[in-house]
């Protein structure tokens, strides 16, 4: 008797704990949903004052677009001017600037402007000298280490494939250009209500205000920040902001893939010829097809020449008011 009461004990116990705690749970979640709902968290300055890339579009969108290679050689010579002091491009040999209509001489005399690692050869040292056609475009660091001590300890990503690995793509790239403002200008809140709001909106030492960079700020200096920063080889169109950072863009769009138009000229032509297979295709079919359906002659009942027959024997029937079956 004394271990059966021990027993329930135990049991009773037991289940007893186990409903406070899953009570203490409920009740815990219950609030938790309804301040959840009543009062909403914050949304960070990240969130708040974050903006959608701009609405721009480029010569080479869709699948009728092409490069235009006016355009990219203006963004080549921006990208050269303003962005390999910090950026390189370890994709795009000089040689594959032929693509954009440079000469191979005219390519050759741009590589030489650029320097890249060698070996002496007499001393076995390390050197450097000029680039060449088949050298990549370098990076202006020794490495990564070089390029963080530089630049507040951000890394100035390689430009090769930008165009195509930063959600947004190349409207973000020209939004980031010319996005840059003063955190304080440009927002409805007045400074003081803003920083109020948003803890640490402004840049911290070495950072730069920027809507369209996901947090907000950032270690790259507005790299085009005046109009007419360059003067274009090409003296008919006007280095404004906006027409260099589209530029650039554009030459971004074309180094992330330099064949999207053999691309798309060998899709138009595999769809206009799948379109010519297709009507030769069903022309044939009916040629073939046209003496064999001939042929095929339905018997007995479904035979047009027997149901003809049926319905004339109803038809009749109808008119002499008796029914006929079948
Ligand atoms: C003074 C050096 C410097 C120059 C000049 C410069 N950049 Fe940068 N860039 C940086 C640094 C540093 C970063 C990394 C910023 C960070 O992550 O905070 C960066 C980042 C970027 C990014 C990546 C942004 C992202 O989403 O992560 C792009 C794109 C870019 N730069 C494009 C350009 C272009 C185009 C030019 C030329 C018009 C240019 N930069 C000129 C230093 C520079």
Redesign the pocket.
């Known amino acids: 008797m004394g271990e059966l009461i021990k027993f329930l004990g135990v049991r009773f116990f037991g289940a007893m704990i186990g409903l406070v705690f899953i009570l203490v749970l409920a009740i815990a979640m219950i609030t938790d949903l309804t301040s959840y709902f009543s009062d909403p968290p914050e949304k960070g300055a990240e969130y708040a004052l974050h903006k959608e890339p701009l609405d721009i579009s480029f010569a080479s969108d869709g699948v009728f677009g092409r490069y235009d290679n006016a355009q990219l050689q203006r963004g080549f010579q921006?990208?050269t001017e303003?962005?390999s002091?910090?950026?390189g491009m370890e994709y795009v040999a000089f040689r594959n600037l032929e693509d954009i209509g440079y000469t191979a001489d005219q390519v050759k005399v741009i590589a030489s402007r650029w320097q890249v690692p060698a070996i002496n050869e007499q001393t076995g040292e390390a050197t450097l000298r000029d680039a060449v056609p088949t050298d990549r475009i370098p990076s202006p660091y020794a490495n990564e280490v070089a390029g963080r001590a530089a630049?507040?300890n951000?890394?100035?990503?390689d430009?090769s494939l930008?165009a195509k690995n930063?959600e947004g793509g190349a409207q973000?790239?020209y939004s980031?250009?010319v996005g840059y403002q003063d955190p304080y200008i440009g927002y409805d809140e007045d400074p003081a209500e803003l920083e109020a709001k948003y803890p640490g909106v402004a840049p911290g030492p070495g950072?730069y205000h920027n809507p369209y960079?996901?947090n907000l700020n950032?270690?790259?200096?507005s790299?085009?920040s005046v109009d007419g920063l360059i003067t274009y080889t090409d003296e008919t169109v006007e280095p404004t902001k906006e027409q260099?950072a589209e530029d650039?863009?554009a030459f971004?769009i074309w180094a992330a893939e330099p064949k999207a138009d053999t691309r798309k000229n060998a899709g138009l032509a595999v769809l206009i010829f799948l379109a010519f297979a297709t009507v030769l295709a069903y022309l044939s079919y009916r040629q073939i097809w046209a003496d064999a359906k001939r042929k095929v002659a339905p018997k007995g009942p479904l035979d047009p020449e027997h149901m003809a027959e049926r319905e004339e024997a109803k038809d009749e029937a109808a008119e002499h008011g008796r029914g006929v079956k079948g």
């Open positions: 921006v990208y303003v962005c002091s910090c950026h630049n507040n951000a890394y100035p990503p430009l930008i930063r973000y790239l980031l250009l950072l960079f996901p950032l270690a790259m200096p790299p085009i260099m650039v863009t971004l």
